[in-house]
């Protein structure tokens, strides 16, 4: 499993959304279903299973973050 590389999220879109996506991880890394090891969040086995809710709260909602 490679991940997500949060620098390659950042070059694509921007300080701010890189913010969004380690805020909302958070509580997953906290829930061990993320984990977070050399700049990527990576699914955990049991986060494979929770894998759609895990995308779907880390879907951006314009009202949340401002891309400017």
């Known amino acids: 499993r490679n991940g997500l590389n949060i620098s390659d999220v950042e070059a694509?879109?921007?300080?701010?959304?890189?913010?969004h996506v380690l805020r909302i991880s958070e509580k997953f890394i906290e829930n061990d279903?993320?984990?977070f090891k050399n700049n990527h969040?990576?699914?955990?086995d049991e986060g494979v299973f929770i894998?759609?809710?895990i995308?779907?709260?880390?879907m951006?909602?314009?009202d949340e973050v401002s891309l400017d």
């Open 55 to 58: 995308m779907a709260e880390l």
């Open 12 to 19: 694509q879109f921007g300080n701010q959304l890189k913010h």
């Open 41 to 44: 969040l990576i699914l955990s």
């Open 33 to 35: 279903k993320i984990y």
């Open 51 to 53: 894998s759609d809710a």
């Open 60 to 62: 951006l909602v314009e």
